[in-house]
């Protein structure tokens, strides 16, 4: 497994559902095991700092829209990923959008009726324990969603205040039921509600489950260099690990999931990719994949 959210939730998961699978996660940034500014979600701030090593800033180039400044994108780099520094905000996008990844874009089991159970086995909604709404949230699972702390008055009147402006959109008590839009609400976060920790995947997926996933490991400060690849077969990756380069073999599987910036760069490096930015970068070119690290948007 390459780093990143998804890579802490997969490799999890897998070294759970079957204990003879050898599971081995790189990551390029440092550990975050236990480190108050992980696990005190308020300290999202520090992570944005200019000489952050737990984040890593990618400059667009100069755009003559925006009268030819660049625009800084920041993105994690430390063990979880994004959920390990980001602000912790919990937004679920609307069903329509999960369908069209299927109906739109080809995706089949990409729809939103495969989706949603996924998005109940992840979280613990501790919201209104009382009032549960399971057809669109979970309770039992590792990341927990609050409110994560006091809501003060001035968060009251602003809801308030926006309600009366636009008098178009209620304020509604679940902004994230899939199907609610065109409203205001109080924004849930990924906050333990009990303890007021960050819920995040490197300590709810990984470093609570270590002592009875023995099958499962993890390197930090360990950069991906490229997949080694036999053909068009993944075999393994080649990285770096105290200034050495280190070869990690794979039996099974390799999966990337090194984040937006840092997935595209690893194809790339391994020969995978478009074929005129592949020859430009003297890479010999192992599979012509011309959307690879095109059609960056959003920012």
């Given at each position: 497994m390459i780093g990143g959210v998804g890579g802490c939730v997969v490799a999890g998961r897998l070294a759970a559902s079957d204990p003879k699978l050898k599971i081995l996660i790189l990551e390029s940034g440092p550990d975050v095991k236990e480190d108050i500014l992980h696990v005190q979600p308020?300290?999202?701030?520090?992570?944005?700092?200019?000489?952050?090593?737990?984040?890593?800033?990618?400059?667009?180039?100069?755009?003559?829209?925006?009268?030819?400044?660049?625009?800084?994108?920041?993105?994690?780099?430390?063990?979880?990923?994004?959920s390990s520094v980001n602000i912790s905000f919990y937004a679920r996008a609307s069903a329509s959008d999960y369908d069209d990844w299927e109906r739109v874009h080809g995706n089949s089991g990409w729809g939103f009726k495969d989706l949603l159970p996924l998005f109940r086995k992840t979280e613990t909604y501790q919201i209104n324990p009382n009032n549960k709404d399971e057809s669109v949230h979970g309770y039992s699972g590792p990341l927990n969603v609050s409110y994560g702390g006091a809501f003060t008055n001035i968060g009251k009147e602003y809801l308030e205040v926006v309600a009366k402006y636009d008098k178009s959109r209620p304020i509604v008590e679940d902004g994230n039921d899939f199907h609610t839009v065109d409203s205001f609400s109080r924004w849930p976060k990924w906050i333990d509600a009990n303890t007021g920790r960050r819920s995040d995947v490197a300590h709810y997926y990984i470093y609570n489950t270590q002592q009875h996933n023995s099958n499962l490991s993890y390197l930090t400060s360990s950069p991906v260099v490229r997949v080694m690849l036999k053909g068009k077969r993944a075999t393994g990756v080649e990285y770096l690990h105290k200034g050495q380069t280190c070869i990690a073999n794979a039996s099974r599987l390799v999966v990337v999931s090194g984040g937006t910036f840092g997935s595209p760069a690893i194809l790339e490096r391994s020969g995978i990719g478009k074929l005129d930015i592949l020859k430009k970068a003297g890479i010999q070119p192992v599979l012509d994949l011309p959307g690879i690290g095109e059609n960056f948007q959003g920012v």
């Open positions: 308020a300290r999202f701030m520090h992570h944005q700092r200019a000489d952050s090593n737990t984040m890593r800033f990618v400059h667009s180039y100069p755009d003559p829209n925006l009268n030819g400044r660049s625009i800084q994108v920041a993105t994690a780099q430390c063990f979880g990923g994004g």
